[in-house]
T-cell receptor, first 116, second 113 residues
Framework: DAGVTQSPTHLIKTRGQQVTLRCSPKSGHDTVSWYQQALGQGPQFIFQYYEEEERQRGNFPDRFSGHQFPNYSSELNVNALLLGDSALYLC???????????????FGPGTRLTVT | KQEVTQIPAALSVPEGENLVLNCSFT??????LQWFRQDPGKGLTSLLL?????REQTSGRLNASLDKSSGRSTLYIAASQPGDSATYLCAVTGTSGTYKYIFGTGTRLKVLA
């Protein structure tokens, strides 16, 4: 059973460019969350997708946007990249949110983004 | 606003020592508390998850306790080994309606052979 997968592993972009990161959830999971982890910090919640809609959002600017596809995979898009966007971007998946219960999230290996 | 703090920020110990990592949180109304391990540049590996109704969880040489009323959790590692060297993160989740993890900044552990 494959776990959460993310692509690419690493990428380097220039300030002002746009980037798309991809995530495939664990089998049987339909909810995907994205986190940003700056060097030496704990991960910060960006947003969560469920049933192809953004369900909850953290304190990130509109330059950060996402999408969830019918097969539950997800993309994170960042526009107008800043040097401060350099970080490890983690995707996490979990079962559905029926009943308002919280389910454990399973994390992928991350995508390392470097903005120069 | 929930805040999670981990002390110490870094720790270096000789092999074989028993050690305790601390995590504190400001809002006791949590749903879960989870401890993760992170190797440099890698993703997160879940170690232990404690539900709000539980007081502790154990897995091998690891034991995590939770005291919601005081806003504290500890991760106990017995007989530390060089392979335990990593960053240890704790994270809490809120009550129904908030589906995100709130992480501490981690404790960087180095176990010397």
């Amino acid at each position: 059973d494959a776990g959460v997968t993310q692509s690419p592993t690493h990428l380097i972009k220039t300030r002002g460019q746009q980037v798309t990161l991809r995530c495939s959830p664990k089998s049987g999971h339909d909810t995907v969350s994205w986190y940003q982890q700056a060097l030496g910090q704990g991960p910060q919640f960006i947003f969560q997708y469920y049933e192809e809609e953004e369900r909850q959002r953290g304190n990130f600017p509109d330059r950060f946007s996402g999408h969830q596809f019918p097969n539950y995979s997800s993309e994170l898009n960042v526009n107008a990249l800043l040097l401060g966007d350099s970080a490890l971007y983690l995707c996490a998946s979990s079962p559905g949110l029926a009943g308002g219960l919280f389910y454990e999230q399973y994390f992928g290996p991350g995508t390392r983004l470097t903005v120069t | 606003k929930q805040e999670v703090t981990q002390i110490p920020a870094a720790l270096s110990v000789p092999e074989g020592e028993n050690l305790v990592l601390n995590c504190s949180f400001t809002d006791s109304a949590i749903y879960n508390l989870q401890w993760f391990r992170q190797d440099p540049g890698k993703g997160l590996t879940s170690l232990l998850l404690i539900q709000s109704s539980q007081r502790e969880q154990t897995s091998g040489r690891l034991n995590a306790s939770l005291d919601k009323s005081s806003g504290r959790s500890t991760l106990y590692i017995a007989a530390s080994q060089p392979g335990d060297s990593a960053t240890y993160l704790c994270a809490v989740t809120g009550t129904s309606g908030t589906y995100k993890y709130i992480f501490g900044t981690g404790t960087r552990l180095k176990v010397l052979a």
